[in-house]
């Protein structure tokens, strides 16, 4: 006979969302309970942000010892022990795992249970024979898994996806990547910087929902790396080599066949949502292979279900999307405050090197929309702190209406990721170039350019001849 449980809230899945509804539940005093049938922290903190960054944290240090002679310090080239950097990531996901654990969340008091969870019906969820959970409020944050295309011989293929690739301790000596969207170049380009030899096989554009005038800097700066990137390619086949390595087979427009031989294969080539256990049928949840729909309150077709996160169909695939849900069920669920998911101003990031930031509309999504636009550029060679660091690669393009309002940002160059937070809040709030102007930054820093690409805006106006006219007016009233 398994254990009744009565909750407020059920959480299903222990990863950023969940973890997130879990705790601010809990902190409210509200009785939750909380399924994870894998690992606590879910993809980001066991195979996603954490260790990739990690990882390309490495990478870069490898990378940066063969620059140090610009200053003029002179150092041995860099050796890398392979093994010590799989150290360096297991020790960093180590080190976070204490905070999504299941001792932290049941010290906060949330109901933590292993296993896999199953609706019975519209109010009722199972979890093998040991429980039965009845809750008030229901919220899917089962998160996503990596989407395997229908490649043909795949399946008979020892490949890596971001769930494996963690798990080397030897650098592989030819990867073949397939994808080229954040995760394949960003993998590409650590693996490459850590000894690596990589080719990177993309169906369609690398990087096609960045703006294309900036993603171009980054390609560039891959390919003078060693990164082989091919784009347009269509892959007949894949097939298993002695010794564990592999081939891969492009069908060439020609008609014939080109053959590319790796010792190890990366498909990296999107996401899907985790939903296929979670019996959403009996529920009344309408979804589709790739995710649960939802309203503007993230409620699903049965309105005691929320879905977060990952799990959400046509959102964002962002761990910081997920807790920005996370906040919204809280505030819907508990407080019984009106949200709308739709209108958060969702930034993004690919952290090769030089990093890849965004924000709102892209150029030309912007001009579709708005006809008449402002497109304002700053480069990083313009800005004293990046000549000091030497960090002079990469712009910020602004795009704005004709009144200045902050339609999107990208921006390509060192710590583009931390840079982009100025412009999240200009464009959320729908403020114009102008309010950035009055904010005063310390002197050098990298945020100087974002400051004088606002400046910009207002640089025409200085050879208007009206303008003048005043300028000349006031000079002589003294």
Known sequence: MPEQLTPDICVIGAGSGGLSVAAAAAAFGVP???IERGKMGGDCLNYGCIPSKALLAAAKRARAVDGYSRFGVKVPRAKVDFLDVHAHVTNVIHAIAPNDSKERFTGLGVHVIEGTARFQDRRTIAVGERFEIRARRFVIASGSAPAIPPISGLEDVAYLTNETIFDLTQCPKHLIVIGAG??????????????????VLEAAVPLANDDSECAAIVLDQLAREGVVIRSGVKIARVERLRSRRVRVVLRMPTGGEEALEGSHLLVATGRRANLADLNLDVAGIAYEPRGVRVDKRLRTSNRK???????????PQFTHVANYHAGLVIRNALFRLPVNAAKGVIPWVTYTDPELAH????????????????????????????????????HIKVVTDKGGRVLGVTIVGAHAGELITTWTLAAALELRVGALLALIMPYPTLAEIGKRAALSYYTPSLTSPWVRRIISLLRRLG
């Open 359 to 394: 924000v709102g509309l892209r150029e030309e999504e912007a001009r579709q929309r708005y006809g008449t636009i402002r497109v304002l550029r700053w480069p990083y060679h313009e800005n004293d702190r990046a000549q000091t660091e030497r960090e002079t690669k990469g």
């Open 32 to 34: 939750v309970v909380l």
């Open 305 to 315: 279900v929320y879905a977060i996160g990952d799990a959400v169909l046509g959102g």
């Open 182 to 199: 954040p995760i394949g170049l960003e993998m590409a380009q650590a693996h490459r910087r850590l000894g690596a030899e990589v080719t």
